[in-house]
């Protein structure tokens, strides 16, 4: 399942996540995979969003249920353990972030964002971090969807598509804000910057 993730194959993911599920139905890996591809895929104009948007919230509610009994290598230390359940864990809230964003419940996406980013916060998903200011944005939060907005903006590169994204939202929120937008290349002033966000 990871190799399809890997090379952005949703429908093999898709497929091979479902006939996983039907060997082990508490699977949280599959549970988060199949759950994923639906959050991501269904578009606002499919006939059945509803339904899919449903089944991605009822798998990765079910995936949070199991976490706990997820099976690991012998020898694995809890350290790892507990940081492999976190990573799960972030990818749940994620998922349930993204269907309640997609059906404009802002308020409900930032929750599961925020839990998404605090589960796994060695390592927060910059795409999670995105989407909470983004939800903050359409909440009129643009204070503290700006303090996102730079952290997405520290966390991903200028050159990708994220990066871009990032950099288009904080230029937007800055504005707004009343800022100024700052030259390719620079920090925005340290006062609109998440205290504590990792400079990578």
């Known amino acids: ?43 606002d104009t499919d006939l059945d969003k509803d339904q899919r948007w449903d089944e991605s919230t009822k798998l990765a509610q079910h995936a949070l249920e199991t976490i706990n009994d997820v ?29 309640n964003y997609n059906r404009e419940k802002f308020a409900d996406a930032e929750t599961n964002f925020r839990k998404s980013i605090e589960a796994y916060p060695q390592q927060p ?15 009129n939060k643009y204070p503290e969807a700006l303090k996102f907005a730079n952290q997405a903006v520290d966390l991903t590169q200028d050159s990708t598509t994220l990066g871009h994204l990032a950099r288009n939202e904080r230029d ?17 002033p340290a006062s609109a910057q998440n205290p504590g966000t990792p400079n990578k």
């Not at 091979?16 to 991501?40: F, I, S, T, W, Y």
């Not at 937007?172 to 925005?188: A, Y």
């Open 1 to 43: 399942m990871r190799a399809y993730q890997s090379a952005n194959n949703a429908d093999k993911m898709m497929d091979m996540g479902r006939k996983v599920l039907k060997l082990d139905p508490d699977m949280p890996e599959a549970l988060e995979g199949v759950a994923q591809v639906l959050a991501e895929r269904t578009r």
């Open 172 to 188: 937007r929120l800055i504005q707004l804000t009343g800022g100024t937008v700052p030259p390719p290349g620079t920090k925005p």
């Open 125 to 139: 998903d910059p795409l999670a971090v995105l989407r909470l200011a983004l939800s903050l944005d359409k909440q």
């Open 71 to 99: 099976a690991v290598p012998a020898g694995t230390t809890q350290d790892k353990v507990d940081a492999y359940k976190g990573f799960l864990r972030s990818n749940a809230y994620y998922v349930l972030g993204t269907v």
